[in-house]
């Protein structure tokens, strides 16, 4: 495999794991909102 | 002032810090004072933030005090595997306690899975923290080693020279760590920017509450950001310590971080609703903190031009 093959998916297995905590603590924020 | 002079002054502040701020997290929680438990969390984020000059500090005291003949190596190396640990953990009970500013600040209400998690957390950081200063002492001070008793143990499933090793040895790791790095800094100064640029008067249709809800982007960019930047301290120490850049990049990243706290927290920004301004000082704030982080990148990008790295 080359360089830039590994280095994208370890990239990409990075943001998929932020991407899924971040929208986790997102739906968080709707149960929590009281600003609205 | 040099970095072991710095390292004297900081290493006690993440035991102490965190053993006050677990002190007021217990109080707040006995006597029942959400005030004092909010007060906590806030200190525990800013030990976490402190933590990372006393760390970087001592990474560029152990360099200098290797070059002495009668300072075991072995020792330094110990306490830098400990310190690894208990600075990781502070970074966790730093976001912990982050989460929990901002939930709070969300729901007008703490949550209590969130009190309990920074609650482990902050026991097990002060007790590595208090174990790791134990060995940062014994370093230069054997005397306090009871007699016939074995020097402090270090922990043995972690060691700063086998990342070193992990990220000079394997190609992929450098460049992967470089593009996390940049996605990280996007995210974060894209978050950054919005809110600072409402608080200075843009955007005015939106309320401030609004934009805080993507304020968790920003500490996840962040949290990315601290990671692969510590792997390329740890691998490469020698081009960061003696770097004139790389301090003046962390002094900002510690401004802009308190920055983070206020917009986070603090009532004076939350209150700013639709089509209303800030103060006067929640824009000096907010015009400070854009050019904080506008100077850690500069000064991240001039690491190996006004310094010697690379």
Redesign the interface.
Known sequence: MS?AT??SI??IC??IV?GV??FA??K??DK????A | MNAPHLHLILNHVPTIGSAIALGLLLLGLLRRQEALTRVSLEVFYVIALITLPAYLSGVATGMELEKMPDVSVEAIQKHHDGALVAFLLMLFTGLASWLGLWHWRRAARPSGINIGIVLVLSLLTLTTMAGTATMGGEIRHPEMTLEGAEPTAGPTWIHAASIQSLVTDHTWIWPSLEALHFIGLWLLFGVVLLVNLRMLGMMKSVAFSALHRMLPWAVLGLGINILSGMMWVIATPEQYMSNVSFFWKMGFLLLAGLNLLYVTAFDEAWQVGANEDASFGNKAIAFGAIASWVCVMYFGRMLPFLGNAF
């Open positions: 360089l590994t280095v370890v990239v990075v943001l932020v905590i971040g603590i997102d968080y924020a929590t909102d009281t600003s």
